[in-house]
């Protein structure tokens, strides 16, 4: 029996236990195990999940200004011993024993979505993928409240608010030690309903038991926003408006590049900006998840598909 835990903004907490009976995964949400998974080129071996969902506060107000490449508009803020049996009559001649050969291990192949990135990235090895049809994580923050419905339907994970300003992250992914790794990090985010500055997208260099994560998003509008959890506050990197970005409800495949210090945000493999964030190759973590926030819906649904984090050369 593990713990879920939602947070609300107005600080109240909701409690929820679920059943989980599997030892090689982990269970729900604002509870963390963190083996860890190891990771060797052209293999993927997965151990222990770990994933938080968390419903919280309002945003921030936007503002404008122009950058280079879109059309861009700044906003504001155990050995036993062996028996010995002695045959005094006869030799026993030893039986023909075959060799055993090595289990195969599924190789996950690169996706040619990262090939076509620009810039232009080598990459290593799929660190970590989740499709939900099959679904390789099965305990992802799947619950009802009375703030959102969360649930693995028609193969993608999907989400629906019940009220305005609510936070939502999850993930189900194992801890991954990514100090000094590069990778390229993409999923679908479909959006059935949205209004206005709703916004949502995918987190990584993640520690979601703590509350600590980057985000990187797109909203109902057409901007989007980058961002970093720590501590309890959310600190806005940049807001913005860019024409790569489309509005309203749709599908859009977004990615993040993440290279030593910077990170940047990939809307339908079109780079989107890059965001510097100091000291950001140092950090660990390297849960992935994601994310969403109903700023002005009621009901905000959107969904999640395909999700796939591939390790780049540096």
Not at 211 to 221: K, L, P, Q, R
Not at 260 to 277: C, I, K, M, R
Request: net charge negative.
């Amino acid at each position: 029996m593990r713990l879920l835990s939602i947070g609300l903004n107005q600080q109240v907490d909701e409690q929820v236990a679920v059943d989980n009976t599997q030892e090689d995964e982990l269970q729900v949400v604002g509870v963390s195990t963190t083996p860890g998974t190891t990771v060797v080129p052209n293999q993927v071996i997965q151990i222990q999940s770990t994933l938080t969902v968390a419903v919280v506060e309002p945003s921030p107000v936007i503002e404008a200004t122009s950058e280079n490449t879109q059309t861009v508009f700044e906003i504001a803020p155990v050995t036993p011993t062996a028996e010995v049996v002695t045959i005094p009559t006869e030799t026993l001649m030893p039986s023909p024993t075959s060799t055993q050969l090595p289990t195969p291990t599924k190789i996950v192949p690169i996706p040619e979505s990262v090939r076509m990135i620009d810039p232009k990235v080598i990459p290593k090895a799929v660190l970590w993928k989740e499709e939900f049809e099959p679904l390789r994580f099965p305990d992802w923050g799947t619950a009802e409240t009375d703030s959102f419905y969360s649930a693995i339907e028609g193969g993608v994970f999907r989400l629906i608010t019940k009220s305005r300003e609510r936070r939502f992250y999850s993930s189900a992914a194992p801890e991954l030690d990514m100090i000094e790794r590069d990778y390229y990090y993409e999923g679908d985010v479909i959006v059935d309903d949205c209004t206005g500055k709703d916004f949502y997208g995918l987190v990584f260099k993640a520690r979601l038991d703590v509350d600590e994560y980057f985000g990187a998003t797109i909203t109902c509008e057409g901007n989007y926003r980058l961002f970093r959890r720590i501590n309890g506050i959310t600190d806005y990197l940049r807001m913005a408006v860019s024409d790569v970005v489309g509005e309203g409800p749709g599908t859009y495949r977004l990615g993040i590049l993440v290279k030593s210090d910077n990170f940047s945000l990939y809307v339908d493999g079109v780079q989107v900006y890059t965001q510097t964030s100091k000291g950001l190759g140092q950090i660990v973590s390297g849960e992935f998840g994601i994310f969403a926030e109903s700023v002005e819906s009621d009901e905000l649904k959107v969904s999640w598909d395909n999700l796939i984090a591939t390790e780049i050369e540096r």
